[in-house]
């Protein structure tokens, strides 16, 4: 047998990068390159085996044990993906043993339904087409080769996460009274013990009075936004609220927004489910992997971002009118 198998190589999904058991036994397989967690540059966080055809995908440790619901991985990164590469493609020489499943870079899109069933999702994150399936703990990938390259590029799986596999925790949290605050003073005292409700933690006009507040985003999901009165159809310098935002777990370190969102979405929903429940008024926006939803109401501007990658929402924010991405302010929060 092969030192280097698939066995070996899917251990490593939601390890962490010090977890000296699979340091060890990558090591006797004469695998010993990991990423370096102070290096922040583009694509650092993932570590190529070109001779061997797969790849390791490293996500920050917090991250990873928020969006799985998982405690206690070794070290500041943890293995999020692994991907197995047909020969030649990204310059690598492919995955030659056994892959899992009994897959195959030779298999159909007719042959993976007839394995797995219809796919979740099928979208081009990067130009490629991609179909998702879900299969037993994991979420496989399939990125399809072009047209007369091949059949299939390359695998990819991570662990369902706790959407996908119907566990994350729900709260009576309520969005709906913090966006009847929405243009109101950061002082107001209504509005501070809102929040103060919402977050779990003492707040003071301070905490909300910057453009984006996100202190308390790690332990509840919640970012709220502030902007002059004059910026908002007012009048004056006072700062009021502009908006806020509801994060799902793992983004940036954040254990996750638990209560319901606005239009009965639900975290696990992708963009056709968005799209269903959305008003037909929304407007719909897509980037190389990700996407927005936009609408308006009488009294507000709602923006959903979601990721093509992982075929979910990852926030859902409420702002004021004023905040509608036709104006100036179209990048608040970062999420353009």
Partial sequence: ???????????ALGRGSLDQDL????AQAGLFNWPDPDDDREGA???EYWRYGFTLEFADTLAQERLLGVSG???PLAVSAILFFSAGVGGHAGWQQALPYDLSFGMSPADLERAFGPPRATRAPYGLPVSQFLVDAYVLDVCYAPEGQGNIDFFSFRLQN???????????????????MIGKPVTDTTLLQLVEASVGAPVTASDLSSHENTQFHRQCGLSFYALPAAELGGAGKQKCVAGFKMS???VYGSKGYSGALPFGLVFADGPDAIREKLPETAKQGAFEASGRFTCRTDSLFFHVHYSLIFWQIIA?????????????QVAVGGLR
Avoid: C, N, T
């Fill in 73 to 75: 991985l070794q070290g």
């Fill in 45 to 47: 966080a993932v570590e």
């Fill in 162 to 180: 706790i959407y996908e596999r119907g566990e994350a925790p729900v709260s009576d949290r309520d969005w709906k009274p913090l966006a009847r």
């Fill in 248 to 250: 799902r777990a793992g």
């Fill in 1 to 11: 047998m092969h030192p280097i198998d698939a066995h070996l190589v899917m251990s």
């Fill in 23 to 26: 340091l060890q036994r990558f």
């Fill in 316 to 328: 859902v924010s409420v702002f004021h009118l004023a905040m509608d991405f036709d104006s100036d």
